[in-house]
C-alpha cells in the first residue's frame, strides 16, 4: 500500500516557454514543478516508510485580474495546492514565483510583505475565524501586523466600518462574536479579514462550499463585485464545477496530484478534451428533468487510488473510458492543445 | 403517478421540540403522499425540516425532547405511525421502511464487521438461518455493486472508500426489501462522479424491487435527475408539492423559483454575471412571522401576505397533483427555457 522513498521526480515537467511577441505581459503568479508529499512515518523507529503524493509537479500561471478555478474530487490535492502556493504548507520542491519573486526561497521575515499580498479565505467559515476576537479585534490584527491603515486607532477605525460596508455587513457587527454570525455573514467576515489587507491575489478555498444555495450566490456576487472593485486576482479551488464555470475565466482541473486539463470557462462542454473533465461534467446533474433520458449520467466505475501509492502511468488510466496500453506505463505530460488549452491525455494526442 | 393509492400518507404532521428557549415548532403541518415505486424529493435549504419530517416518519427523534402533535397523521398500511408504540414501529423500522442517511462514516459501527452489520436487521426480521442470512449478505453486496462481496463481507467500514460505506448503508436499508426507503442527503458527502454511481443504483434498485423513494436532498441537481415528484419546504412548511416537470418550469411558489433561479447553471453562457439571490435569511423558528413565512424576501409580497398565512391548495387548472402555499402564485410566469442547453445535449457522449 505503501511505496518506498520518493520518487517524483520520475517526469519532469518542461519549463512553459512565455509566449513569444510584444503583447506578451508577465503573469503575477508562476507556479513551477510544484510538490508537495507528506511523509508518512511508520514501523518500530517511526520512520518514513513513504509518502502521500498530494501535488505532484505542478506547473500554471495566473495573469493579473485573471479568475482562475481549480476542481478536482477530494483528495485530489487542490487545498494542498492552495496552501502550497502561500507557504501555510511548505512545499517539498519547485518553485511560487509572484511577481517575480520566487517565494518559496524567501525567508520568513521575507516573505511576510508578500503575506499581506496574497490572502486566502477557507472553506469553514466555523473554523477559520478566532472565537474570542470580536469583528473588530479579528479585523485589527491584522491590519496593525501588517501595517495596512498609517495614522492612529481612529484611522483604523475608520478604515474597518469602511471595509465591513464593502462586504455588505452592518455596521454594528463590529463588536459581535464570531458565533452570532450565520454562515453566510461569517463567510463575509473571512472575505472582509483577507481585504483588509489589500491583497493583489486572493486563494479563496471552496469559500461557498458549505452554504445554502441562496446563500451561495450572495457569497459569489460579492466576490465578484469586489474582484471589480479591488482589481483582484483569484485562485478559486472548488469541486463543483457549475459555480466555478459561472465564476471563473479559466479551469485548471486535477486527478491525484496532477494538473489533466487547463481550459477557458466559456464553453466548457464543447471545449473539454480529458476523459477526466468530461466525466466530470457528465456526472454533474443539470437542473432540468426533461433531460434525464437524452442525457444521462456519465457513470465512472471505481474510485479515486490511492495518493500513498499512484499509478506510474496515467493516474486516471484505472476508471478511464480510452485508456491505451501506453496509459498505463507513462504518464502523459501536459501539452498544448488548441487556444489557451492544455490537456494531459495520450488517447487525445491520437 | 396513475396508481390510486399511497403506500405512505402523512397529514398534518406537527413536530415540535422543548429546548432552552422554549417549545419550537420545526415543522408545522406537513402533508403529503408517497405512491408505490416513485421518488419524491422534498428539497429545501438548511434548516427548513426536511430532515425532522424524515426523521419524524421513523421516528428516530429523542421521545424526551420531542412532541409530535396528535393531530399527525403519517399512515402506512392502515398504522398511524405518528401514534403507533416502540414494538410496532421496531417491526416496521428496517423492515417495511428503511433509511439511508448522509453520513456512512458514522452511521455504520465501526467496531463490526459489515457482514456482522447487515445480518443484524435479517436476524431480528427473517426466519432466516446463519449460513442464509450470510450467503443473502453476500448477496446484497452484489447487489449494490461491491466487488469481492465474499471478501469485503468479512471486512470493516474503515476499510471501505466513501462510496463503498455508502453503498454498504443501502445494502442494510434494502435487505429486507422495504416497501418505502429514505434517502436523506444520500450523496451529499460525496464527489460528483461517485455521486453518480449512487445515484444510478438507487434507481436501478428501485425499478428492480419496486420501492418508493423519500430523496432528501439540498442539491436541486440530482432532484432534476432523480425524482417524479418534489415537495418543497420553507422555515417547516411545505411551500409547494407537485411533478418534477411542472416544479422546475412551471413553480408557483416565489420561493421554489427563486431557489432555481439562484444555482448557477451549467452549460449557460452566463459566465461572469451576477446571479439572482434571495435578499435576507430564513426567519427563526422562535420568532415566526404570522402571515406568509416567505413574505420578507418575496419581491411580490401583499398586505395580505403578511396579515394571512396562506393554505397549501391547488393550483389553477391543474388539480389535487399540483399544491402551493401562496395567495399570489406565479401561474402567468413564463416556464423557463430550455433552448439554453441546446448546446450541451447536441453531443451529449462525444469523445475527443
Redesign the interface.
Known sequence: MITRAPSFAAAPLPEPAPPPGESFVAPLLSVRNLVKHFPVRGGVLNRIVGNVHAVNGVSFDVNRGEIVGVVG??GCGKSTLGKAIIRLSEPTSGSVTFEGTDITRLSHAELMPFRRRMQIIFQDPYSSLNPRLTVRKLLQEAIDFHKVVPGGRAQTENYIDEIIAKVGMRKDSKDKFPHEF?G?QRQRLGIARALALKPEFLIADEPVSAL???????V??LM?DLKREFGLTILFIS?D???I???CDRVLVMYLGHIVESLP??????Q????YT???????????????E??P?????G??PSPFDPPKGCAFAGRC??VMDRCRVERPILRPRGDRQDVACW??EN | MTTPSPILSVRHLTTRFRTDRGIVTAIDDVSFDLYPGETLGIVGESGCGKTVTSKSIMRLLPERTTIIDPSSQIMFEGTNLATADDRTMRRIRGDRIAMIFQEPMTSLNPVFTIGWQLDEALKYHTDLGRAARRSRAIEMLKLVEIPNAERRVDEYPHQLSGGMRQRVMIAMALCCEPDVLIADEPTTALDVTIQAQILALMENLRKRLNTAIILITHNLGVVAQVCDRVAVMYAGRVIEVGGVRRIFHDPQHPYTRALLDSIPKAGRKEHGKRLPTIEGIVPSLFDLPKGCRFADRCARCQPLCRDTEPELLPAEGVGESHLKRCHFPLSQAAPVTSASHAAMTSSPGARP
Open positions: 474530487e477530494s450565520s453566510g445554502d444555495v441562496s446563500i451561495q450566490a450572495q459569489l456576487n465578484m469541486h464545477l457549475k459555480v464555470e459561472h465564476f470557462c466559456d464553453d466548457l462542454h464543447a473539454a478534451k480529458h476523459p468530461r466525466a466530470l461534467l457528465g456526472a454533474n446533474p443539470i437542473d432540468d428533468p426533461d433531460q434525464r437524452s442525457r449520467l456519465t457513470i465512472l466505475q474510485d479515486v473510458p480510452l488517447a487525445v
